[in-house]
């Protein structure tokens, strides 16, 4: 089985390091629009995106996770869960 990755300004390095390790870049010509098994883009997916996704597809950005890798919205977090729980919340990631 050939593993396919589908991309949007993908960084060289990535794109080299997946050619390396004998993965085959998306084509149009030779693949249907729904066969790759990773899929990389620099904005987030849609809700959309995602649950039309077939389970051996991945995407590289996962839903509902901006709050914790963002620094600004978790230093939030922290900031916030310190007056929550305490002690446990004195530490800097």
């Known amino acids: 089985m050939t593993l396919v990755f589908k991309q949007d300004r993908m960084p060289p390095v990535v794109v080299n390091t ?21 899929f990389w883009k620099p904005t987030r997916p849609t809700m959309g995106e995602y649950s039309a996704g077939k389970p051996y597809q991945k995407l590289i950005h996962f839903p509902k996770t901006g709050i914790l890798t963002t620094k600004d919205n978790l230093a939030r977090l922290i900031k916030r869960n310190r007056g929550w729980f305490g002690k446990v919340y004195h530490f800097t990631p």
């Open 18 to 38: 997946l050619l390396a390790m004998g993965w085959v870049e998306h084509d149009a010509e030779i693949h249907e629009e729904d066969e790759w098994n990773i």
